[in-house]
């Protein structure tokens, strides 16, 4: 599964990774193409013993200099579990932590299930895709590159090492 997504406006208080993220998950769930999703994700603060979710983008600058703003966490998970997470946290303890991530994981449940409804609703049948055998493809590239780059990234000294690797992609 891969998409991209890219920011074309924004409104300078919220962050658009989350909202990207939630796109790309609704987008690949109704295109019929393979996808093990739903996935849904959120930002979670921290002020004043209590999680905030997705805090404004103003509220997560310079976390480490504002004594109230104590994480900046970001989730993905399905349904049943969290796949990822990213966080940026000053002082906070192992129970906080665990808890910000169970809070986030509670609070992604009803944009999935969002996602869910929308499939039901318009989702393209399911295709299957073959990734194409690049084997041999590979086997070639690989003969006629390997042992000169190996060499070239064995070289300590970056000025040595750039000619070195500019120099394998020259021979090839």
Request: proline share 5%; net charge negative.
């Amino acid at each position: 599964e891969y998409g991209m997504c890219t920011v074309l406006s924004h409104d300078l208080v919220n962050d658009p990774d989350v909202v990207a993220m939630i796109a790309a998950s609704a987008a690949l769930t109704i295109s019929g193409a393979p996808f093990r999703g739903p996935i849904a994700g959120c930002r979670v603060g921290f002020v004043d013993g209590e999680y905030i979710l997705n805090p404004e983008v103003d509220d997560m600058q310079n976390l480490r200099s504002n004594p109230e703003q104590r994480l900046d966490l970001v989730v993905a998970g399905t349904k049943d579990a969290v796949m990822m997470v990213e966080s940026e946290a000053y002082e906070l303890s192992e129970d906080e932590m665990l808890g910000a991530v169970t809070f986030a994981h509670e609070q992604i449940q009803p944009v999935i299930d969002l996602i869910i409804d929308l499939a039901e609703d318009c989702a393209k049948e399911p295709f299957e895709f073959a990734v194409p055998d690049y084997a041999e493809l590979f086997a070639a590239v690989k003969a006629a590159g390997e042992d000169k780059m190996r060499a070239a990234y064995a070289i300590t000294d970056k000025q040595e090492r750039v000619a070195a690797v500019s120099a394998a992609k020259d021979d090839c």
